[in-house]
């Protein structure tokens, strides 16, 4: 069973940037495409930027502009490059990959298990 594990949150000041890393525990096929969610206790989950299978990238009108999604293959890693970070952004962030395990799978989602990042002077 592929497991997906994220890194790259903490404490940072408004203004600054974190990368989020989202990577699968074992080597695969291929991350087919990549989905970025986030959570604020109490309030419904949030979407929040996509990479496509096509390729393409879509972004919440909150993050556009700031937050730029990415996936490498290579690393069997997907990424969330957040810039100009404001309070607004505190939240868990959560992976979602759309992966091929091997040649010959079918394609499968699975998730990562959140990473704190908190927006704070």
């Known amino acids: 069973q592929v497991q997906l594990v994220e890194s790259g949150g903490g404490l940072v000041q408004p203004g600054g940037s974190l990368r989020l890393s989202c990577a699968a525990s074992e080597t695969i096929f291929s991350i087919n495409a990549v989905e970025w969610y986030r959570r604020v206790p109490g309030i419904q989950r949030e979407w929040v930027a996509a990479?496509?299978?096509?390729?393409?990238?879509n972004y919440a009108d909150s993050v556009k502009g700031r937050f730029t999604v990415s996936r490498d293959n290579a690393k069997n890693t997907a990424y969330l490059q957040m810039n100009s970070l404001t309070p607004e952004d505190t939240a868990v962030y959560y992976c979602?990959?759309?992966?091929?395990?091997?040649?010959?799978?079918?394609?499968?989602?699975?998730w990562g298990q959140g990473t704190q990042v908190t927006v704070s002077s």
């Open positions: 990479f496509t299978s096509g390729g393409a990238t």
């Open positions: 979602k990959l759309v992966i091929r395990r091997t040649s010959g799978s079918r394609l499968r989602d699975y």
